[in-house]
């Protein structure tokens, strides 16, 4: 069989419907090869950064690999940000490289990189596959590496040459992924921690929704009401509406909050790294004995010398802790968590600014399995601080990419295409990868953009007028209407500034059968929920 023949094969093998590019001429036979397998749909994509977060949220939508395709050193260098992305977010995804032909390599062919040195702190594994008879085995092994332990970028590199060589006929096979468990020696050591505890809580992260364990995860804190904190842009990992429900660990939450974990005694953090955002600048764990349980070796002990360490797939782990018995005595406390955490995520009755009209409508006008998701930026600051997710339906960059909300939007419906999927955007990020839209429109891929418009790029803002008040350069941003982009893109565009124009726009957007853009004049002397210019400046709180 052919080279290309093969990559078309291995790709049916792992049940991936969708494959996003930027097309080039380096892999020309791979894209020949999919013309004829109707079973996988191509999407051309207007920049690989935009393809690799496309495949970046279908993955997380889908549960499934993303796959991309980028040429030699100019599209994997534009790529980058992606495989970065999804080795933050711990996303499966195999990004196949074509390169130069293998007898121009270590020469600086044209367009040509090192695409192994380049790519090895970016990427769980990088290869370059330098004998047509061992790819079966390396692109194989790419989708295990991709998908095992904790999940992550791989790629691929394929010289051109290679891709027109015959290889034997070859049969691949569905990776299956191994599912660690605890010992039960593990179990009663976390058992006699947790009956020590005065003031538990849980940290739940990212691991929890990719074991599938949402369900279980929800009977295990309910059968001994132990609190919940869901990690950095993990909301939807529990019920935000759930009575043990404490708070989101991510940038900008209030102190009063924070401090349910300070004042924890025993912290179970389950399917999470521990990140510099979720602890605070490596700050919040400093007193406390740390339970953690994670797929990943490499993870537990990086950030934390935990008193109990756990090899487990979240799942697993769950499954075995419901066996468990406790005497819960810090019901009390408990409670006065969760009175302090809907006392600081509630939004007042008389709203202060458009972001928290935004919000509200949100809440009450989105259908219960509607798909968010949103790019870096201050905006994001009233999702994260108000919005109650309730089920699985957000989507967000751990990495903090600006330019991810509108591709991975993409990305998440054509891996979920009978629900609404809306993004939430800067006038800032939302700049970096408009040029999708074209890619959604030329698909009929029905998303909606939100585009909160300060004319600047607020999250820097911030920080400049805190710590430089009055100087600002490099900020501020032209004047844009995002509405006109937006037809001219063949999009639905419009430009709102009062809730009753809002409403009305999202109601019809959710009807819609194209693209919609809804910009959204926002007041830039408001900074974030709970800090404007003037109180930046050192004025009057």
Not at 206 to 220: D, K, Q, T, Y
Not at 353 to 376: G, K, R
Not at 409 to 420: D, E, M, N, V
């Amino acid at each position: 069989m052919n080279v290309c023949e093969a990559v078309v094969r291995c790709l049916k093998s792992e049940d991936i419907s969708h494959v996003f590019c930027v097309p080039g001429e380096s892999y020309l036979p791979i894209l020949d090869a999919l013309f004829s397998e109707q079973t996988i749909q191509l999407i051309s994509a207007r920049h690989e950064g935009g393809a690799t977060f496309m495949a970046e949220g279908y993955a997380k939508a889908s549960g499934k690999v993303g796959v991309v395709m980028a040429t030699r050193g100019v599209g994997a260098t534009n790529a980058a940000i992606g495989i970065h992305t999804a080795k933050q977010d711990s996303t499966p995804m195999v990004v196949l490289l074509g390169q130069v032909a293998r007898t121009f390599r270590g020469r600086e062919g044209f367009q040509e990189i090192d695409v192994e040195a380049f790519f090895r702190p970016l990427a769980k594994w990088a290869v370059e596959v330098y004998d047509a008879k061992r790819l079966p085995e390396l692109l194989t092994r790419a989708f295990r590496i991709a998908q095992t332990g904790r999940p992550g970028p791989v790629v691929v590199s394929l010289p051109e040459d290679l891709l027109h060589e015959q290889i034997d006929n070859v049969t691949f096979s569905k990776t299956i992924v191994p599912k660690p468990a605890p010992n039960e020696a593990d179990i009663q050591r976390i058992e006699r921690l947790l009956q020590s505890a005065k003031r538990p809580v849980v940290i739940a992260g990212g691991g929890i929704i990719w074991s599938e364990a949402r369900e279980v995860f929800r009977l295990f804190v309910e059968k001994w009401s132990l609190p919940v904190m869901s990690s950095f842009r993990r909301h939807d990992v529990f019920p935000n509406d759930h009575p043990l429900y404490v708070g989101h660990l991510g940038l900008g939450t209030p102190r009063n909050i924070i401090e349910t974990v300070e004042q924890a005694d025993v912290v179970l953090a389950i399917g999470t790294r521990l990140s510099e955002v979720t602890t605070q600048d490596y700050k919040l764990l400093s007193n406390q004995q740390l339970i953690h349980i994670d797929i990943d070796y490499d993870v537990i002990g990086v950030t934390y010398s935990p008193h109990i360490g756990v090899v487990s797939d979240a799942k697993e782990a769950l499954k075995r802790l419901l066996t468990i018995q406790l005497q819960p005595t810090w019901t009390a406390w408990v409670k006065k968590r969760r009175e302090t955490y809907e006392q600081l995520s509630s939004l007042p009755s008389v709203k202060r600014n458009i972001n928290e009209v935004i919000i509200n409508n949100l809440q009450h006008i989105l259908p219960s399995q509607t798909i968010i998701t949103n790019d870096a930026g201050n905006f994001a600051s009233w999702l994260h601080s108000f919005f109650q997710f309730c089920e699985h339906t957000y989507i967000g960059p751990t990495s903090g990419a600006m330019g991810y909300g509108l591709p991975a939007a993409i990305g998440a419906k054509l891996a979920k295409p009978h629900r609404p999927v809306v993004s939430l955007s800067g006038d800032g990020g939302f700049m970096m990868t408009i040029q999708e839209l074209e890619t959604a429109v030329r698909y009929n891929i029905p998303v909606i953009s939100l585009v909160f418009n300060n004319k600047m790029y607020g999250t820097i803002r911030m920080y400049q007028e805190l710590r430089y008040p009055n100087r600002v350069i490099g900020t501020e941003l032209g004047d844009i209407s995002f509405a006109s982009l937006a037809r001219s893109f063949g999009a639905d565009g419009i430009r709102v500034e009062t809730e009753k124009q809002f409403s009305t726009a999202l109601t019809k957007a959710l009807q819609n059968d194209k693209p919609t853009v809804i910009e959204v004049m926002t007041d830039p002397s408001v900074l974030s929920p709970f800090l404007t210019v003037e109180q930046a400046r050192g004025g009057k709180k």
